[in-house]
């Protein structure tokens, strides 16, 4: 059973920082790129940052400068540390799992943790 756990949302103040975590289990966490994405109210889903599971990384241009995605692959765990947060910045933040090998993608998500920046 593959699981997906988010952790470290919460409440902030514009300016201040947030470390989020995304634990997994029942996937060969090594081999698969791992995201965030997040979701603000009334929004699609947008990708916020990526690595692969060779460490190559990418951020979206909303957050290049104040995000940074890394990963322990012998925690099989994900980070995305956040700096000089921003309102909107607000979002449900998802963690994903992906790989495609052989034509077949296996795509797995988390449940999501809520990240508030507010005064």
């Known amino acids: 059973q593959v699981q997906l756990v988010e952790s470290g949302g919460g409440l902030v103040q514009p300016g201040g920082s947030l470390r989020l975590s995304c634990a997994t289990s029942?996937?060969?966490?090594?081999?698969?790129?791992m995201g965030w994405y997040r979701q603000a109210p009334g929004k699609q889903r947008e990708l916020v940052a990526t690595?692969?599971?060779?460490?190559?990384?990418n951020v979206a241009d909303s957050v290049k400068g104040r995000f940074t995605i890394s990963r322990d692959n012998a925690k099989n765990t994900v980070y995305l540390q956040m700096n000089s947060l921003k309102p909107e910045d607000t979002a449900v933040y998802f963690c994903?799992?992906?790989?495609?090998?052989?034509?077949?993608?296996?795509?797995?998500w988390g449940q999501g943790t809520q990240v508030t920046v507010s005064s």
């Open positions: 994903n799992a992906n790989r495609l090998a052989i034509g077949v993608l296996r795509d797995y």
């Open positions: 690595i692969t599971s060779g460490g190559s990384a």
């Open positions: 029942g996937i060969i966490f090594n081999i698969y790129t």
